[in-house]
């Protein structure tokens, strides 16, 4: 099994900045792809930014130029640099981690989920 442990949601005003983590654990054989997700209730899971095991990137066009995804790879952990937030940023954002725990088996994990609130 691969857990993953989410930190770094809060609250914060609007224009200010934060950061989220996660980090997986467990057996890991190697991560293709890690991302995070937000989602807000009675809506679908959306995604933010994702990166993959050779660096690509992409966001969702509503955080261009604003939030950053980044991994270190030593640590299996995912962050997402949040900047110029805005009160529609405001949802439970959740990391996905997708990768192998052997040589023939896959995995898919989601992070508990980390509140993240932006006041006007």
């Known amino acids: 099994q691969v857990q993953l442990v989410e930190s770094g949601g809060g609250l914060v005003q609007a224009g200010g900045s934060l950061r989220l983590s996660c980090a997986a654990s467990?057996?890991?054989?190697?991560?293709?792809?890690m991302g995070w997700y937000r989602q807000a209730p009675g809506k679908q899971r959306e995604l933010v930014g994702a990166?993959?095991?050779?660096?690509?990137?992409n966001y969702a066009d509503s955080v261009k130029g604003r939030f950053t995804i980044s991994r270190d790879n030593a640590k299996n952990t995912v962050y997402l640099e949040m900047n110029s937030l805005k009160p529609e940023d405001t949802d439970v954002y959740y990391c996905?981690?997708?990768?192998?725990?052997?040589?023939?088996?896959?995995?898919?994990?989601w992070g508990q989920g980390t509140q993240v609130t932006v006041s006007s």
């Open positions: 996905n981690v997708r990768g192998q725990i052997s040589s023939l088996r896959e995995f898919i994990s």
């Open positions: 990166i993959t095991s050779g660096g690509s990137t």
């Open positions: 467990g057996s890991i054989f190697s991560i293709n792809y």
